[in-house]
């Protein structure tokens, strides 16, 4: 059975900076095309995602919005997932999210940024004041 589990979140000033963490539980985190996104929702938004890393070459993706602020990283004997976020702005005000799935990229022809994932967080929440 997949778990993930987020923390990390919290209230920041704008300028500031959080690390966010996935901990991720099952056989997914092992397998050869396991893929980590991280996802966010702001109230009356659609969930959009924001970064997105291949856990088995270490390969990362971000949207526009978040390149150059966020990082997102991994510590394979912790199976964990991180997302540092920098430079935070009041936008990036949002519930986030964590979520896995196997893509094989061979049959994929977008980015992980792009998928429908199968398993998901309950989120944590990220509040960036002005």
């Known amino acids: 059975q997949v778990r993930l589990v987020e923390s990390g979140g919290g209230s920041v000033e704008a300028g500031g900076s959080l690390r966010l963490s996935c901990t991720v539980s099952?056989?997914?985190?092992?397998?050869?095309?396991?893929?980590i996104a991280w996802f966010r929702q702001a109230p009356g938004q659609q969930r959009e995602a924001v970064a997105a890393i291949y856990t088995g070459a270490g390969t990362t993706y971000y949207v526009p919005a978040v390149a150059g602020r966020f990082t997102i990283s991994q510590d394979n004997a912790k199976r964990m997932v991180y997302l540092q976020m920098n430079s935070l702005k009041p936008e990036d005000t949002a519930m986030y999210y964590c979520?896995?799935?196997?893509?094989?990229?061979?049959?994929?022809?977008?980015?992980?940024?792009?998928?429908?994932?199968?398993?998901w967080g309950q989120g944590t929440q990220v509040t960036v004041s002005s």
């Open positions: 979520a896995a799935d196997q893509i094989d990229d061979r049959l994929w022809v977008g980015t992980p940024l792009d998928y429908t994932y199968t398993y």
């Open positions: 099952g056989y997914i985190y092992s397998s050869a095309y396991a893929a």
